[in-house]
C-alpha cells in the first residue's frame, strides 16, 4: 500500500481527511483553548472500512496539548499496514475551519476563466450558528477572482455551491439567519499582515450598522485550505454582496463599480449586480453616479462617513468608482443613492514586494477621481464643517483606540 492510495482512505468525522500530499500532513479543525486536552478532541482520524489501525506516536506535545497546537506543532501519527511496515503522517491541529477541495477544469465561463468542478469539505470546529462542531459536504463550482491578483502564485475563488441536480445550493457558515450558494474565499497574498480586510469589516459592522443610511458590509471568517491534496495556507471566508445579504428589494438597485477610468461609458465602468427596478431611467441614474451628484440624489450623511472610513484607512483601492457599490433607492422619483466598501484589503498601508506605503494625504486626491465631490460641495457648502464634526463625534463614540484595538486583538488571537 502507498501513500497516494491512502489520500482519500484517511478519515476524519468519516469525510476524507485535509492532507497535504506533498508534507503528508493532516490538518484538524478544533476548538481550542489554554484548557483543552488532547483527550478532549472531538471526532475520530480512522482509515475507511477500519482496514488499517492508527496510531499517534508517544510525545511531550500531548502534555501541554493547546500550547503546543497553538504553535504549530507536528504530531506524528503512524498507519499500520498489516504487513510489518508503517506509514508516517504529520497532524496540525488548527482552531480554524478546515476546507478541503477537490476537482478539476470542467469548462469556461463567460469571461474567459477556467471553471473548476468538484466536492468541499468543511470541517467547523466551533460553527457560529450553534456553538457546536459541524461538517459540511457539497459539490462545488470555483473559479480564481481578482485581475492582477489572479495572476499571484496564491489565488482567490468564487465558490458556487450546488446540489445533486446541478442547482444552487445555499450554504450558511457565519450565523446569519440564511445562508447563500456564493461564496468568496479571499487568499490575502498581498496583504502582510492578513488582518487589514477583517478589519474594515469589523469596524464598519460594529460601529455603522445601526445607522439607518448605512448598509453592512461582507461578513467574514478565517479558515484554512487544502487544495487538489496542496495546503494553500490562511483564508479568508467572505460573504458577496448582493441583494440577498442585503436585503434589497422592489424599487431598489444594486450597482458595483468595476473600473475606473473617466473616459469608459456607464456600462463598461458600472456592473448592475442586482434591480427591483422596471422603467427607462436606470442608466440615466447610473450616468449620473459617474459623472456627477445632484441635490437630492445623494445620501449626504453615509456619503460623509464611507468617505471618512476611506480617509482614515487611505484605501486605494476604494477611492474611485472601482470597488464601491451604490445602492439605489426609488429610481423614478425622490432617488436616493447610498455606497458602501468593498475588496479593502489595501487599507491601513500595505507592504508587497517593492510596494510599501500609507499616504493619507493623498486619499481625498484620489477619491476626487469619482468627479463626486465638487458637486456635493456644490450643494453642501458647509461639507467640510460637515465632515469635521462628524470625524471628531466618531472619534470620541466610535472610532475609538478601544475599538481598534478590540477587533485588531481578538483577530489576532484567532490567528497566531
Known sequence: CEKKALQDEILFMNE?????????????????????????????????????????????????????????????????????????????????????????????????????VGNVVIWDPCYEGSGKYSVKTSLLHWNKRGVATSYDPKNSYKLSFKNDDGTNRNM???????GDDDWIINAMHREDAKMRDKLVQDLWNRCFADEEYHYKMSQSRYAELVLNGEYRGLYLLMRRLDEKYLDLGEGQVLVKGVNASKELTVEESMEVVYSGYEGDNLYAALERIKNRVEAGYIDIDNWIDINLVIDLGYMPDNTRNKNVYYILDNVDTDLRARMLLWDTDISYGINYGEYSGHRPEIATFLRNYRREEPAVLEMYPDLYKRMAERWFELREEKLTMETFREIIDANYKTIS
Do not use: C
Not at 450558511?172 to 440564511?178: I, R, S
Open 172 to 178: 450558511e457558515f457565519l450565523g446569519l439567519d440564511e
Open 16 to 116: 476524507p481527511a485535509a492532507i497535504d500530499a506533498q508534507t503528508d500532513t493532516i490538518y484538524i479543525a478544533q476548538n481550542l483553548d489554554e484548557s483543552t486536552l488532547y483527550t478532549e478532541l472531538e471526532g475520530l482520524l480512522t482509515v475507511k472500512d477500519d482496514k488499517y489501525p492508527l496510531y499517534f506516536v508517544k510525545d511531550t506535545a500531548f502534555d501541554a496539548f493547546a500550547e503546543s497546537a497553538g504553535e504549530g506543532h507536528k504530531f506524528t501519527l503512524l498507519v499500520d499496514t498489516l504487513d510489518g511496515r508503517y506509514m508516517r503522517y504529520n497532524v496540525v491541529f488548527t482552531n480554524l475551519p478546515v476546507f478541503r477541495m477537490d476537482g478539476a477544469v470542467k469548462y469556461q465561463k463567460e469571461d474567459g476563466r477556467d471553471a473548476y
